[in-house]
Nanobody, 124 residues
Framework: QVQLAESGGGLVQAGGSLRLSCAAS????????MGWFRQAPGKEREFVAA????????WLADSVKGRFTIHRDNAKNTVYLQMNSLKPEDTAVYSC?????????????????WGQGTQVTVSS
């Protein structure tokens, strides 16, 4: 089992920045694809970003390209989501997930482990 714990959420004004962290523990492996997803009230879970195990491949949703970046530190078993130029429409619960098959997928059902999520609220 792998446990994931997100941190770094909060309230920020539009145009501001936040950095989310996702720390993995348990049977951790640096060979997982790590992903970030978000879910706003009344909406479906949405892919945000993913990174391959060696950091060589990263993917971002079109809605966050140019504003968000994802990177990981395998030595610390931690993945980060840097969010800049935040907009009110970025408001959601952000969750990290781990895909043990390293398939670099944007489909949430292909991820095996999930964190509890952290709230991000962007005020206008």
């Amino acid at each position: 089992q792998v446990q994931l714990a997100e941190s770094g959420g909060g309230l920020v004004q539009a145009g501001g920045s936040l950095r989310l962290s996702c720390a993995a523990s348990g049977r951790t492996s640096s060979s997982y694809t790590m992903g970030w997803f978000r879910q706003a009230p009344g909406k479906e879970r949405e892919f945000v970003a993913a990174i391959r195990w060696n950091g060589g491949g990263t993917w971002l949703a079109d809605s966050v390209k140019g504003r968000f970046t994802i990177h990981r530190d395998n030595a610390k078993n931690t993945v980060y989501l840097q969010m800049n130029s935040l907009k009110p429409e970025d408001t959601a619960v952000y969750s990290c997930a781990a895909d043990r098959w390293d398939s670099a997928t944007f489909r949430p059902y292909e991820y095996d482990y999930w964190g509890q999520g952290t709230q991000v609220t962007v005020s206008s």
